[in-house]
């Protein structure tokens, strides 16, 4: 027998004897990735505006100051009978009109501190806080 049919021959035994006692690589376990903060399709953080909002001030958003992580969203959603926006003071979101049961989400990417208001009803304020 040559010296490659005999290493050959031993190494099939080796894989086989391995085999029948059951031997197995272990496999990588997969790392998590960390979950995404919630996105529009998800929800986000939500706020309502509710019936009569126009009338409420610093109630019109509820709830009305809302802090939350950066990367998060909120999605306020128009449950009066009227349209609202949902409007940054500093002018880095515009909703435009939501009509009655109409939503809009806005995603906060940086720190901060952002006051708001209804741009139709100027009295409706809320201040969302990004840590």
Excluded at 5 to 18: D, E, F, K, P
Excluded at 26 to 54: R, Y
Excluded at 66 to 95: F, K, R
């Amino acid at each position: 027998m040559s010296k490659f049919r005999l290493l050959l021959s031993i190494g099939v035994l080796v894989v086989a004897s391995a085999c029948a006692n059951g031997y197995s690589a272990a496999a990588p376990s997969p790392t998590p990735a960390p979950a995404p903060a919630p996105g529009p399709s998800e929800g986000g953080t939500p706020v309502s505006i509710p019936l009569g909002a126009s009338t409420l001030g610093n109630r019109a958003f509820a709830p009305d100051q809302l802090e939350i992580a950066v990367g998060g969203t909120v999605t306020w959603t128009n449950t009066d009978t009227v349209a609202h926006t949902t409007t940054a003071d500093q002018g880095s979101w515009d909703s435009g009109s939501v009509a009655p049961g109409g939503k809009f989400s806005s995603t906060y990417s940086t720190a901060g501190t952002f006051p708001y208001h209804c741009a139709i009803h100027p009295g409706m304020v809320g201040t969302i806080t990004v840590r």
